[in-house]
C-alpha cells in the first residue's frame, strides 16, 4: 500500500547516495550477509526490508528542548549494499567499503545480515573496543554469525574493552561462559542490566570499551575524526520474542522494544562510538505486522538520534 504524503510530515529514509558528497554525518550500509549462519535465515533480505520501514517514520526527535529533525540537523547518506558479503572475498571488501566511509563520516551504520558482519565492520573501521547488545557471547569457533567477538580478539581486539550486555540464561554454555572470564570480557547479564539500570550499565560499558578515555557526551569532531572509536554491535535478538519474532534465537524474557531503543540512543549519544551494526534480523520470517524490522528501522534512528545529541546535549 502506497504511504500518504504530508508536506509538513517529512519522513525517514529516502537519503541521498553517500558518493554524492565527500563527508557526511552518518552512512548507512547494507550487508546482507547469512551463508555462515548457525540456523537457516533470510537475513540477507533484511537491509531493504529496513530501508522501506524507515519510511513509515518521521526523522523528527520531539525532545527534550525543541523538536529536531534529523533530517534537518544531520547530513546523513546511504551507500547501498555490499554484495555477496559472505567468505573472504566479501568481507573483505566489507572492510574497505567501511574504512572508506568511516574516513569521511562521524557514524557508519551497517544493517545486517546475520551476526557474522560485525567482525569485518569493527576491523574496517578500526575499532579499538567493543559493546553488544546481545544475548550471546559469540565466542564460538570457526567462521559463523557465533563466532564474531572471537574473530575479533583472535585478530588482536583488546579483550578488556569488550563489553557484553543482556547475556541471557538458557542461551549459553558454561564453556563459552567461561572463555569470556578467561578472556577477561566484562559480561553485563540481562539480570544485572535490570538490576542496575541503563544509565549506570551504558556509562561502565562507554568506560571500559573507550579504554577509559572519557569523552561520555562528548561533542563529535569534523566527519571522520581522528582517533580509533567503539564499535557498537545490535544483535536484536537480545530482545524478548514477542517483539522480535524474527530473530532466530531470540527468547521469551528478553529485553522489551524501549529497553533496547533507550540502550542504543544512550550508546550512540558518545563521540566513541563510530560504528554500529543491526543484525540477526530475519525479515522473511517476521509478522505480518512487521514488528522486528520496524523495530530495527527504529533503532537505526536512535542511533542517529544520539548523534544529533552529541552536538546538542539539551
Known amino acids: ?27 548507512i550500509l547494507g550487508i546482507p550477509a547469512f551463508r555462515t549462519s548457525l540456523s537457516p535465515t533470510g537475513a540477507h533480505a533484511t537491509p531493504a526490508a529496513i530501508r522501506e520501514a524507515l519510511r513509515r517514520y518521521s526523522p523528527t526527535v520531539i525532545g527534550p528542548g525543541e523538536p529536531r529533525d534529523l533530517n534537518e540537523v544531520l547530513r546523513i547518506a546511504d551507500a547501498g549494499d555490499v554484495a555477496d558479503p559472505d567468505g573472504p572475498a566479501g568481507e573483505a571488501a566489507v572492510r574497505a567499503r567501511v574504512a572508506d566511509l568511516a574516513g569521511r563520516s562521524d557514524l557508519v551504520v551497517a544493517l545486517g545480515g546475520d551476526n557474522s558482519l560485525t567482525c569485518p565492520v569493527a576491523e574496517g573501521a578500526d575499532a579499538a573496543g567493543l559493546i553488544t ?64 539500570g541503563a544509565a549506570d550499565v551504558v556509562a561502565e560499558a562507554l568506560e571500559v570499551a573507550g579504554g577509559g578515555s572519557g569523552g561520555s557526551g ?9 582517533g580509533r572509536g567503539i564499535h557498537l554491535d545490535v544483535d536484536v535478538d537480545v530482545c524478548d520474542r514477542s517483539v522480535a ?67 546538542d546535549p539539551s
Open 133 to 196: 547488545l546481545d544475548a550471546h557471547f559469540d565466542l564460538r569457533d570457526g567462521v559463523s554469525n557465533g563466532s564474531p567477538v572471537r574473530r575479533l580478539i583472535a585478530g588482536g581486539l583488546d579483550p578488556h574493552r569488550v563489553v557484553q550486555i543482556g547475556i541471557a540464561d538458557f542461551a549459553n554454555s558454561a564453556a563459552y561462559t567461561r572463555r569470556a572470564a578467561d578472556l577477561g570480557i566484562r559480561v553485563i547479564t540481562l539480570d544485572e542490566l535490570r538490576r542496575r
Open 1 to 27: 500500500m502506497a504511504l500518504s504524503h504530508d508536506d509538513l510530515w517529512p519522513r525517514a529514509g529516502g537519503w541521498p547516495d553517500a558518493e554524492s558528497a565527500p563527508a557526511w554525518d552518518a552512512v
Open 218 to 226: 562528548a561533542t563529535a569532531g569534523h566527519a571522520g575524526g581522528a
Open 245 to 311: 519474532p524474527a530473530c532466530p534465537a531470540s527468547v521469551p524474557g528478553g529485553l522489551q522494544a524501549s529497553e533496547l531503543r533507550t540502550l542504543v540512543r544512550a550508546l550512540s549519544s558518545d563521540a566513541r562510538v563510530r560504528s554500529a551494526d543491526i543484525v540477526e534480523v530475519d525479515a522473511t520470517a517476521d509478522t505480518p505486522d512487521q514488528r522486528t524490522v520496524r523495530l530495527a528501522a527504529l533503532c537505526v534512528l536512535e542511533m542517529l538520534a544520539g548523534l544529533a545529541a552529541r552536538r
